[in-house]
Each structure stands twice: as C-alpha cells, then as structure tokens.
C-alpha cells in the first residue's frame, strides 16, 4: 500500500513536471516566434508627380511695313519725251515703280489729242505745250504715284511748228509696235483714247488695227466712221462718251448706231455710251477721264 502511494504520488509528479516543461517550451517557442515573425509592412511607391508643361509664348510677330522697292527709272511716276526717229514724238507717262522689276508688264494707253492740241514744245525738247488728252491726268498729279499703266501721247505737230492736222493711222499701228519693243508693255492689254480729232484716230485703229487692241475709248467726236459697219466695234469693248450739246460729236448719231452694234451676230455686251448733257460743249472729256471708274475701264481691258 506504502508502495503504492509513493509511485502514485511519483507517477503525477512526473506528469505535472511534464506539463510544467512542455507549457514553458511553449511559451519560449512563442517567444522564438514573436522574435523571428515580423509582420510585414507593405512599402508605398512614391508618387509619381508630373510636372507642368512649360508654356512657351512665341515672341509677338512684328509685321514691317510694306518696302517701296524704288524704280530703276528716273523718269517713273513722270511725263518725259520720247523723241523718236520717225514721225509723231510723244510725251510718254512711266507708272511709278517702273524698272523695278524687268519681267513686270503694264498695260499701255495712247492718248490722243484733237486738233490744235499739243503735249511737247515747240521744239520738241521737252514735253509741255497744251498737254491735252487722257495723258493730263498722270501728268503731275496725286494719280501719278498710283496709276499702274503707261500711258503715250503723240505730238500731232513736227518740230518747229505747231501746225495742226489729223492723225494717221498707219504711222500709230507703227508706234503702238515701237512701244511695245521698247518699254514693258502688256501686249494684250493696250487700249487707245482720244479727243475730237483724236476721237476720229480712235475710230480708225478700231477699223485698221483692232488686232492690237484690248479697248477702245472715242469721245466728242461723231460716228461716221462706224456708220457703215457698226459691227466692227460689236466684238471689241468699246466706250464711247461726248456732250449733248456738242455739234462735233452728234449724240443723235452715237444713240442710233448703238441699237445696231447690239444687234450684231458677233455683240460681246461690251458697247457702252455716255451722252452728258452739260454746258461744256465741245469739251467734257477732262470731266470724263477723271471719274475713276474710266481710269480702271482703261486698264481692266484685255485682249
């Protein structure tokens, strides 16, 4: 029974010194494990910080004002002399930038004068006289800086007269084709205009020479020319202007001979006339010329 008692109490000795170990084992395992397992701690990417855009302004662009390219030609902007070796010296009007560019064309007007008229000296040594005809509008006036057409004017008289007479149509075909040999003339694009006897010039390049014409502009002066084939000026811009009162001119013919260019197979709508009833009488063709819707007809005809 002694025996008994003693292993008993041997017997749960052991096992209570067998749990006291195996929970202090525990415990130091835990420990071990605290020591060792480490939670861990997710690590956060920087941002990822865009700077802003650069904003660059252009610097602000400074248009220069527009270059006047000077002309080459003294006489640009000018009425000069073109004494010629044939008849008919002129008076000859160059736009204001001519020469400045050599492959530049203009478009050519001949101005003629009526009887009487004049745009040379006596001498024909320098340009002056009457300076009658289209040409007095260029001829040292505000136009002349801006009208981009050569504009001729022949001088009826020889030197050292002044006698008057009427134009000659062949020796005008044959100064038409000098000019545009010499100067930068647009050969589509010349138009002829006259005054009274030069009127009469006018209406014979139109029956003569309209194969070098881009226009024609007759004024005080009558239609007998054109009465007998009125459709030769049907297929031709022609412009036609006089006074009412003017017995040169004879507006009674002009308005009857326009219904008849109208009626032509080859009519192109390009006839027009102006009949004004002023007091200038033989006269109103400075009036004329200076309207500026003339200036640009002049120079908006072409071949």
Same mark, same amino acid.
């Given at each position: 029974?002694?025996?008994?008692?003693?292993?008993?109490?041997?017997?749960?000795?052991?096992?209570?010194?067998?749990?006291?170990?195996?929970?202090?084992?525990?415990?130091?395992?835990?420990?071990?494990?605290?020591?060792?397992?480490?939670?861990?701690?997710?690590?956060?990417?920087?941002?990822?910080?865009?700077?802003?855009?650069?904003?660059? *302004?252009?610097?602000?662009?400074? #248009?220069?004002? /527009?270059?006047?390219?000077?002309?080459?030609?003294?006489?640009?902007?000018?009425?000069?002399?073109?004494?010629?070796?044939?008849?008919?010296?002129?008076?000859?009007?160059?736009?204001?930038?001519?020469?400045?560019?050599?492959?530049?064309?203009?478009?050519?007007?001949? !101005?003629?004068?009526?009887?009487?008229?004049?745009?040379?000296? #006596?001498?024909?040594?320098?340009?002056?006289?009457?300076?009658? &005809?289209?040409?007095?509008?260029?001829?040292?006036?505000?136009?002349?800086?801006?009208?981009?057409?050569?504009?001729?004017?022949?001088?009826?008289?020889?030197?050292?007269?002044?006698?008057? &007479? =009427?134009?000659?149509?062949?020796?005008?075909?044959? $100064?038409?084709?000098?000019?545009? %040999?010499?100067? +930068?003339?647009?050969?589509?694009?010349?138009?002829?205009?006259? =005054?009274?006897?030069?009127?009469?010039?006018?209406?014979? $390049?139109? %029956? @003569? !020479?309209?194969?070098?014409?881009? &226009?024609?502009?007759?004024?005080?002066?009558?239609?007998? =020319?054109?009465?007998?084939?009125?459709?030769?000026?049907?297929?031709?811009?022609?412009?036609?202007?006089?006074?009412?009162?003017?017995?040169?001119?004879?507006?009674?013919?002009?308005?009857?001979?326009? /219904?008849?260019?109208?009626?032509?197979?080859?009519?192109?709508?390009?006839? *027009?006339?102006?009949? @004004?009833?002023?007091?200038?009488?033989?006269?109103?063709?400075?009036?004329?010329?200076? %309207?500026?819707?003339? +200036?640009?007809?002049?120079?908006?005809?072409?071949?």
């Amino acid at each position: 029974m002694a025996y008994s008692s003693f292993f008993a109490v041997l017997f749960l000795g052991l096992i209570f010194n067998y749990g006291c170990v195996s929970k202090d084992d525990s415990m130091k395992e835990e420990t071990v494990n605290e020591s060792v397992v480490v939670d861990e701690v997710p690590v956060s990417t920087p941002p990822v910080i865009t700077p802003p855009p650069v904003v660059t *302004t252009p610097p602000p662009v400074i #248009t220069p004002p /527009p270059v006047v390219t000077p002309s080459a030609n003294p006489q640009a902007g000018k009425v000069s002399l073109w004494k010629r070796s044939t008849s008919y010296d002129c008076a000859v009007f160059l736009p204001a930038d001519y020469g400045s560019n050599p492959n530049k064309q203009y478009p050519l007007i001949l !101005s003629m004068h009526g009887l009487n008229g004049s745009v040379l000296n #006596t001498a024909h040594t320098d340009v002056g006289g009457s300076k009658t &005809g289209f040409i007095k509008q260029v001829w040292g006036t505000t136009l002349a800086s801006k009208y981009p057409a050569i504009v001729i004017a022949p001088n009826w008289s020889p030197v050292g007269s002044s006698a008057s &007479g =009427l134009w000659n149509h062949s020796q005008l075909r044959q $100064l038409i084709l000098e000019a545009l %040999k010499k100067y +930068q003339v647009d050969p589509l694009r010349v138009v002829v205009t006259g =005054l009274s006897a030069g009127s009469i010039a006018t209406q014979e $390049l139109i %029956k @003569y !020479s309209k194969d070098l014409l881009a &226009g024609a502009m007759p004024g005080a002066y009558n239609s007998t =020319l054109m009465t007998s084939n009125p459709c030769q000026m049907a297929d031709l811009p022609v412009w036609v202007f006089g006074n009412s009162s003017d017995s040169y001119f004879q507006a009674s013919g002009w308005t009857g001979i326009e /219904p008849k260019v109208q009626a032509c197979s080859n009519y192109t709508h390009e006839f *027009t006339l102006n009949v @004004y009833q002023s007091s200038c009488g033989h006269g109103c063709w400075d009036t004329h010329w200076a %309207k500026p819707e003339v +200036q640009q007809w002049l120079i908006n005809q072409t071949r």
